[in-house]
T-cell receptor, first 116, second 112 residues
Framework: EADIYQTPRYLVIGTGKKITLECSQT?????MYWYQQDPGMELHLIHY???????EKGDLSSESTVSRIRTEHFPLTLESARPSHTSQYLC???????????????FGPGTRLTVL | SQQGEEDPQALSIQEGENATMNCSYK?????LQWYRQNSGRGLVHLIL?????REKHSGRLRVTLDTSKKSSSLLITASRAADTASYFC????????????FGKGNQVVVIP
């Protein structure tokens, strides 16, 4: 089991609510990622970070925002949730240059978000 | 755009049989990885193969890579019910630097 945690695991909320999805890792990894995945479909990178105070948008446009104030913490925020945001959100982290798996990513269990 | 693309198959096999799935990609890569995802969970890394390798084994897993055809295959031998999952390939091209592009995934169901 990877030491990367996501909360909540499941969230059902109404339209217009502000939400924050939490992601924390205890492996000291510099790089962290957020992916969006619809059931049975591929993963789409929506945000990534290469270290503290570094955040970049991914390949899939997203209305969410992220912050990286601490190495271990990479929360994702939606200011006003909509039904189109209903999806699974996966957080991952990776290290660079250590171990035999150069850029293996470690994934959290995911947050399944439903916006009514 | 997605660089890793599996043949979008849903495999249903009997326990003990072998399962093979394929992945194709578009650009040059440094390495290709395979991940497993159990229903409703995060992904777990299975195996990484570098661009200068042609075949790699890990337990019951065998991965091949053909850079001339930009394709890879994952073979699971002597499948078990616990192998029931979705399998994704991921490549680091064209991003490099620890960004990965994931394919659509292959769903494998192993019937006990």
């Amino acid at each position: 089991e990877a030491d990367i945690y996501q909360t909540p695991r499941y969230l059902v909320i109404g339209t217009g609510k502000k939400i924050t999805l939490e992601c924390s890792q205890t492996m000291g990894h510099d790089k962290m990622y957020w992916y969006q995945q619809d059931p049975g479909m591929e993963l789409h990178l929506i945000h990534y970070s290469y270290g503290v105070n570094s955040t970049e948008k991914g390949d899939l446009s997203s209305e969410s925002t992220v912050s990286r104030i601490r190495t271990e913490h990479f929360p994702l925020t939606l200011e006003s949730a909509r039904p189109s945001h209903t999806s699974q959100y996966l957080c991952a982290s990776s290290d660079l240059g250590q171990g035999r798996s150069y850029n293996e990513q470690f994934f959290g269990p995911g947050t399944r978000l439903t916006v009514l | 755009s997605q660089q890793g693309e599996e043949d979008p198959q849903a495999l249903s096999i009997q326990e003990g049989e072998n399962a093979t799935m394929n992945c194709s990609y578009k650009t040059s890569i440094n390495n290709l990885q395979w991940y497993r995802q159990n229903s409703g969970r995060g992904l777990v890394h299975l195996i990484l193969i570098r661009s200068n390798e042609r075949e790699k084994h890990s337990g019951r897993l065998r991965v091949t890579l053909d850079t001339s055809k930009k394709s890879s295959s994952l073979l699971i031998t002597a499948s078990r019910a616990a192998d029931t999952a979705s399998y994704f390939c991921a490549t680091d091209g064209p991003y490099g630097n620890n960004r990965l592009a994931f394919g659509k995934g292959n769903q494998v169901v192993v019937i006990p």
